[in-house]
Each structure stands twice: as C-alpha cells, then as structure tokens.
C-alpha cells in the first residue's frame, strides 16, 4: 500500500478511535480527570478523549503502552507525552535514533518518529490503571484494525507486563494459538503466529526508573538488540 493510502486509512481509524465512548466507565473517568486537573496543569484544557497510536506509518516497529497515562495522554492527547514515563522513553529512542528529539512534551512538538510506531492497547486511561476483560475486548476492534493497517511491522515491543498480557490477550482471541508459555522479561523475545515478534520490556516508569530495575543503558540496548533483528 502507499503510504498515502495507509495514512489515509489510519486517519479515518483515528477519527473513529477519537469519538468512542464504548467504555461508560472510561468515559466518566476520562471527564473526572480533565475536571480534577493536577496543580501544575490547572490552566491547561484536557484533551479528555480517546488516545490513538502515532508514528511513522511504514514502520517496521511497533511500540505499545496498555493506557495513557491521566496527566499524560490524557492531558496533551498524545501517548507518551508530557509525563515522566515518556522523559525517559524519550531519551532513550533518541539514543537510538529511533526519534528526532529526546523529548515528547505536547501534541505539536516537533517529534518525528524513525521506523516506528507508538499505540497503546487501551485507548483510554483505566481507573487504577486497570482495565476490564470487556474494555479491553473493545478496545481490541481498533487494535485489530491497526495492526493490519500497519503492514510494514515485524516487531512489537510491549512496554511493561500489562502491555505485554494484553498484547497475548488480543493475539489469543484473533488467531489458533499453541499453548506456549510466554513469560514476560526484559528482553524476551517470543514468535507470534503472524509471523512477528513480541519482546517484552520494563515500563519506562518512574518507579522502574528509580529502583534502578530499568536505567538508559539498559533501554536503549533493548532497543539496539530489536533494530538488529529488523536488519
């Protein structure tokens, strides 16, 4: 497909993705969010909405968090923008040149993605962090209709254990899965049945970040080790 066409059909997913209001629980915590603002983002609207993946259309790598974070996403509209969690990420994909800046702070910040594709499995920020089995499942319609928009992928990297249970999750319920024990580690690398690979890696969060189970190096040469298997 050009990438005319592909930009094109994930922009009409996007739109879709952006007015759901499947989950009523979502939809009432997404609102309580933007009314019950943190001090520091007082004067900023939300965004409040739906969350969608963004990137380079044609890429090979996909990357994908389980929700975007409440003063996160769900502030600036972008996953991965404007919080801790994307700092670090951040950081450590222009480390690897997989972005154009070390930073993702607001929705038209400049960011260029390289051969990769950021999404996360559940479009809305979940009470707790934690979805139902049933949001999940709705969620996964977009999903579905994303990963088969972006043919170009070969690997997709789960960011933190949740993202990597709901990404087995949705490949258990679209194709014939042999039983095969998929534990979630740093690194691990698994064979999906449409020929792509899941690998498992630490969620870029603070509390990783400063218990030390998660620091640059070990990031970015998570993300070397996936740019070599791509060549």
């Known amino acids: 497909r050009s990438s005319d066409l592909m930009n094109n059909s994930l922009n009409i997913l996007n739109r879709k993705i952006i007015k759901c209001t499947k989950c009523d629980r979502l939809v009432k915590f997404r609102k309580k969010i933007a009314k019950e603002k943190r001090k520091r983002f007082i004067h900023e609207t939300y965004w409040a909405k739906p969350i969608t993946g963004y990137g380079d259309s044609k890429a090979q790598l996909l990357l994908v968090g389980l929700a975007p974070a409440a003063h996160g996403g769900t502030r600036t509209g972008r996953v991965f923008t404007g919080d801790k969690s994307a700092e670090f990420l951040f950081r450590c994909l222009f480390k690897s040149k997989l972005s154009n ?3 993702s702070e607001y929705k038209n910040d400049g960011l260029i993605l390289y ?6 499995a559940l479009k809305c920020a979940p009470p707790q962090d934690k979805p139902t ?3 999940l499942k709705n969620c996964f ?3 579905r209709e994303e990963i088969s928009l972006l043919d170009n992928i070969k690997i997709i990297v789960a960011l933190g254990k949740i993202a990597f249970d709901a990404c087995l999750k949705f490949y258990k319920e679209n194709y014939s899965f042999k039983n095969k024990y998929y534990v979630f580690g740093h690194g691990a690398q698994y064979n999906l049945p449409d020929k792509k690979i899941l690998v498992g890696c630490y969620h870029p969060s603070p ?3 400063n218990t030390k189970r998660l620091n640059v190096k070990k990031m970015v040469h998570l993300f070397e080790k996936v740019k070599e298997l791509l060549n």
């Open 115 to 120: 051969n990769t594709y950021i999404t996360p």
């Open 101 to 103: 800046q070390p930073t």
């Open 207 to 209: 509390r990783n970040v």
């Open 133 to 135: 089995t049933q949001e």
């Open 141 to 143: 319609n977009f999903f």
